[in-house]
Every structure is written in structure tokens, then in C-alpha cells.
């Protein structure tokens, strides 16, 4: 799956049931009418009953030189779930799962369906408000490392 | 959408419905045991009766260079489906989908769960077997414009 080229998203929750976020590549669009995406969580994770009570979450797609966010969130600088959401600017917009001030964007959703395969659970998320910067570069996952994928392709002659 | 950088995949199937495939950036790894993938098939295509009644698909992860291949299998080069698969090197590799000698990744799949989701349908695919060349550059699409995704990053030393 390394040679999968991948978004990097910031994927929350906020509610009852507690407040909570991981990195993630595997989100994917499902349909435009209704407008509908799909998160993959471990079942293992501690955080897959907290999405599932709180019924919405929002997919922060990071921006370049968001490595670091995406790390803490990756759970690889041991910083705990409440330090994870200071560092950055964090709001809301519809369904009240945190959403990232400076992401490329931000889809917020309601859980739609829920289904289980094997060892992770599918989140179909109903797309209730969508916020973007277009003027971002993002960051992407691919062959194990980070990249910028630039907003507009660099061409060669602008390489001089 | 357009915000989610994505690697670029031709999805193909064939079998005693036929032969057919499509350009795809909907594609998501879903479990690594089993390894399963997810692909998102339109309801309204006509290739959709013929990836069930198959029960098998391969996913073939595009590189840089091949944005005529994927204009080719989105439909936008008004060459029919017999005469797409006539231009590049396929084969097989366990069940009997075309796989694309020269794709960056081929994932060859049999269909072991079928979910409807609105406008579309989301076809699970159990992993049966997988080639990769680990050297090619991949081939993404962001932005609503292809980009070409360095196996290693470019830094900023090497732009001399």
C-alpha cells in the first residue's frame, strides 16, 4: 500500500462520549449526491467506540509543513489526546468535531453507516459542512515519506 | 474533493461478463488482514453489472507520465474499451483481471463484499496477489491537475 500517493488527514471526534482525533490516509469519496466519505478506524483502537457514540467526525486534510501535527496525531510523540488539540488552532463548524483553523480542508460529517471488515471499521460520513483554503499546498503519504504537492505543478521551466 | 491529493488508478475486471475498466482515484486500503482494499464503482456505469457478475477486479496504481492512459479508461479520448486495453502491455496475474506491465503497483483482487451507497457502489476487494516497481514516480491528482510524486522527496539541496 506504500505505493499508494495519499492525502494525510487530521480525523476527529467530539461528544458525550469524549474528544479524540488520528492520522489517517485511508479517506475516500463515496458520492457527490448525497455527498458521502468513508474513513477506515481499527477496531482495536480505543478510539473506535468514541466515534461510533458520538456519531460525527471531520477530516482535517493537512497542509504542507504540517508534518509535525500529523506525527502527534500518529500517536509517534507521545504527546497525550488532550495536549494533541493545543498546539493548533481548533473550532468548530456544524456537527461540533474539532476542526482544523489552518487544514487545506475540513469536512465535517455526521456517521451515515457504519460496517465492519476484518480488522478495521468503515466510517460513511454524510458531509454536512465543508471548509477550504485552495490556496494550500498538501501534504501527501507516499513510499513511506512526506511530500508537498503543490497547489498548481511545477513545470520545468520554472525550475532555473 | 479536489482538495484530496490522490494517487491515479486504471480499476479493470474481466471474466465471462467481459472486459472493461476505468480511471479511479476512489481507491482506499481498508485491512491488512486480510488485506483488503476498497474501490467506489459508479451505479449508473455500465462496467458495474459487469465487476460483480466477475467477481474480481486489479487495481493498476498509475506513475508519472501515463495522464494519456488515464484520459484514456476516464472516457475522454472518445477510444472505445476494446482499443484502450490495445495501446499499453497487460497481463494477468492471479485472476485473470488485466494488469498493466507497466503500472507503478497492481493490486489483483477478488470481490468478497459488495456495499451500495447512494450513487455508488463500493466493491471490497480481498488481495490475491500484488506487484509492485518501487522505482517509478506515481502519478496523483490534486488540485484538478495530474502531478508527478517523486519516489524520493526532492529537497532543497538537490535544486541546483
Known amino acids: 500500500m506504500a505505493q499508494f500517493g495519499a492525502a494525510?488527514?487530521?480525523?476527529?471526534?467530539?461528544?458525550?462520549?469524549g474528544r479524540c482525533g488520528f492520522t489517517?490516509?485511508?479517506?475516500?469519496?463515496?458520492?457527490d449526491d448525497p455527498p458521502t466519505i468513508l474513513v477506515c478506524l481499527n477496531r482495536s483502537s480505543l478510539m473506535n467506540p468514541v466515534f461510533k457514540s458520538n456519531g460525527v467526525f471531520?477530516?482535517?486534510v493537512l497542509g504542507a509543513g504540517q508534518e509535525d501535527l500529523?506525527?502527534?496525531?500518529?500517536?509517534q510523540t507521545g504527546v497525550?489526546?488532550?495536549?494533541?488539540f493545543v498546539r493548533d488552532r481548533w473550532d468548530t463548524m456544524v456537527t461540533g468535531a474539532p476542526a482544523l483553523r489552518d487544514a487545506v480542508g475540513s469536512l465535517d460529517c455526521t456517521i451515515s453507516d457504519i460496517n465492519e471488515c476484518g480488522t478495521?471499521?468503515?466510517?460513511?460520513?454524510?458531509?454536512?459542512?465543508?471548509r477550504v483554503d485552495a490556496s494550500r499546498d498538501?501534504?501527501?503519504?507516499?513510499?513511506?515519506?512526506?511530500?508537498a504537492l503543490p497547489v498548481a505543478p511545477v513545470r520545468s521551466e520554472q525550475v532555473s
Open 138 to 147: 498538501s501534504l501527501v503519504y507516499f513510499n513511506r515519506q512526506y511530500h
Open 80 to 84: 497525550n489526546m488532550a495536549e494533541r
Open 120 to 130: 478495521h471499521t468503515i466510517l460513511f460520513g454524510s458531509v454536512a459542512s465543508v
Open 58 to 60: 471531520c477530516v482535517n
Open 24 to 31: 489517517c490516509t485511508a479517506v475516500c469519496s463515496v458520492t
Open 8 to 17: 494525510v488527514s487530521v480525523v476527529t471526534t467530539e461528544g458525550t462520549a
Open 70 to 75: 500529523s506525527a502527534a496525531f500518529a500517536g
